[in-house]
């Protein structure tokens, strides 16, 4: 499991308080622990001499067939050099592992401006701007439908040693989502404006949160063998998000809107 950042570094330190043993498997992009806000010292060392690390990254290989099935190949080029394969490492060594495969996680504390890139847009009263290249739908899961999935697959024999995909239950466009942000915050119908990427250059900005090329993985598995089933639905789930965290003032990043500018004035000008 990845433990550096959002769902990983609580749900780690309650396995470790549970007296699991903890092996992170993490692509060692962020330190591999941090002392949490009000943790004391006394705490964090506790937690952090107690837990293991292993190094990989993997995601599924693109394909014209969707939605990915916990089967399907995995593409190896994500495999970073001197990094492991995980489930082929874990099976060598015979020990007992499951594997989660969640898509975009969104929900309070998100590092990742998933959910938050639309709040900042919706507050300061500005229209969303959306590509109309790439992929113009996405997949989402809650990170409490996230966390649940965890806990029901400990101790559970139905998991050992199997893949799980674990996401949302619906797909959702991008306008769509857009849309779905301005009900969750209590915002008017927004504005939305279309534009080509390819016609701009944005430096090493990033104009939109979302990849244009994306998976979709089908959830069919996880329902059927563990019983899980996502209990948000969207407006509901990213309602709790803005509840939580950026209705209260809290957030990531501070607004950007350097990209939106350059997108409108040129929508502006077309227009005129």
Request: charged fraction near 25%; proline fraction near 6%.
């Amino acid at each position: 499991m990845g433990g550096t950042r959002f769902i990983g570094v609580f749900l780690s330190r309650l396995l470790v308080e549970e007296g699991h043993q903890v092996t992170l498997f993490t692509r060692g992009k962020s330190p591999i622990t941090q002392q949490l806000p009000g943790e004391s010292d006394e705490d964090y060392a506790k937690f952090s001499s107690k837990v293991h690390i292993l190094l990989f990254s993997r995601c599924y290989l693109k394909s014209d067939l969707l939605p990915h099935f916990e089967t399907d190949a995995v593409d190896p080029k994500s495999r970073h050099k001197g990094k492991l394969e995980t489930e082929s490492l874990l099976e060598s060594k015979d020990v007992n592992w499951t594997s989660i495969r969640p898509v975009y996680i969104y929900g309070p504390l998100n590092y990742n401006p998933v959910e938050e890139w639309f709040f900042h847009r919706l507050k300061a009263g500005r229209p969303i701007p959306i590509p109309s290249s790439g992929i113009q739908i996405t997949q989402l899961g809650h990170v409490k439908d996230l966390a649940k999935a965890f806990v029901q697959v400990l101790c559970n024999e139905k998991a050992s040693k199997q893949v799980f995909n674990i996401s949302g239950k619906k797909y959702v466009t991008f306008d769509g989502l857009a849309r779905a942000c301005a009900k969750a915050g209590g915002f008017p119908e927004p504005e939305i404006i279309h534009y080509n990427p390819k016609e701009f250059d944005f430096g090493k900005k990033k104009a939109f949160p979302f990849r244009d090329q994306h998976f979709f993985a089908s959830i069919d598995k996880a329902k059927s063998e563990l019983g899980w089933k996502p209990e948000f639905d969207l407006v509901g789930g990213l309602a709790d998000s803005y509840n939580l965290d950026f209705g209260r003032g809290t957030f990531r990043k501070e607004a950007d809107f350097s990209t939106d500018d350059m997108i409108l004035g040129k929508t502006l000008v077309l227009q005129s």
